[in-house]
T-cell receptor, first 109, second 116 residues
Framework: TQLLEQSPQFLSIQEGENLTVYCNSS?????LQWYRQEPGEGPVLLVT?????EVKKLKRLTFQFGDARKDSSLHITAAQPGDTGLYLC?????????FGQGTELSVKP | GAVVSQHPSRVICKSGTSVKIECRSL??????MFWYRQFPKQSLMLMAT?????????EQGVEKDKFLINHASLTLSTLTVTSAHPEDSSFYIC????????????FGEGSRLTVL
């Protein structure tokens, strides 16, 4: 079983649309991270959420950590083609990263 | 941010040969590096934790004799895929904990291995 369940796994939308990616677990986490990976490259850290109920914004990206610290979401407003990539929900276990299955996002112009 | 570099970025080899992939931390020392494997359209799967000066720790199901890891210095870890077969074709990525102890890991650019 997957520790971190991400949904949806694939998402294809038009430029300008909004979207939300979910990361769920039955476990409680001290923190969760979101990474983005572009084709042929390594993942890059977007944000770390630490406090239950926390909301962090990164331009058009809004990250939320659930009150019970079991889940997180990523909302993108007015998606752009440059947002295309693989979005990964990650638990950092003392430097050892546990990855969700990832959400492959494609934003078409 | 901290830079982690992998080499080669792409390699094609014949079945039965061995391939070595290097992972370097360019501007910081990394006592621990991690090796991941990624299939197309899938997430990263942790293969092993590479520890400088000691044996690597392998994840369950990863053959240590197949995937040899050497972390001989504070800036270099190598992954050698021995007697490679077509099913070993994959994208291999390394990461290292950054120098600031913020919990962020920095990833190499990845190495795409194709075994013919």
């Amino acid at each position: 079983t997957q520790l971190l369940e991400q949904s949806p796994q694939f998402l294809s939308i038009q430029e300008g649309e909004n979207l939300t990616v979910y990361c769920n677990s039955s476990s409680v986490f001290s923190s969760l991270q979101w990474y983005r990976q572009e084709p042929g490259e390594g993942p890059v850290l977007l944000v770390t959420v630490v406090t239950g109920g926390e909301v962090k914004k990164l331009k058009r990206l809004t990250f939320q950590f659930g009150d019970a610290r079991k889940d997180s979401s990523l909302h993108i407003t007015a998606a752009q083609p440059g947002d295309t990539g693989l979005y990964l929900c990650v638990y950092n276990q003392g430097g050892k990263l546990i990855f969700g299955q990832g959400t492959e996002l494609s934003v078409k112009p | 941010g901290a830079v982690v570099s992998q080499h080669p970025s792409r390699v094609i080899c014949k079945s039965g040969t061995s391939v070595k992939i290097e992972c370097r931390s360019l501007d910081f020392q990394a006592t621990t590096m991690f090796w991941y494997r990624q299939f197309p359209k899938q997430s990263l799967m942790l293969m092993a934790t590479s520890n400088e000066g000691s044996k690597a720790t392998y994840e369950q199901g990863v053959e240590k004799d197949k995937f040899l890891i050497n972390h001989a210095s504070l800036t270099l870890s190598t992954l050698t895929v021995t007697s490679a077969h077509p099913e070993d074709s994959s994208f291999y990525i390394c990461s290292a904990r950054g120098p600031q102890n913020t919990g962020e890991l920095f990833f190499g650019e990845g190495s795409r291995l194709t075994v013919l």
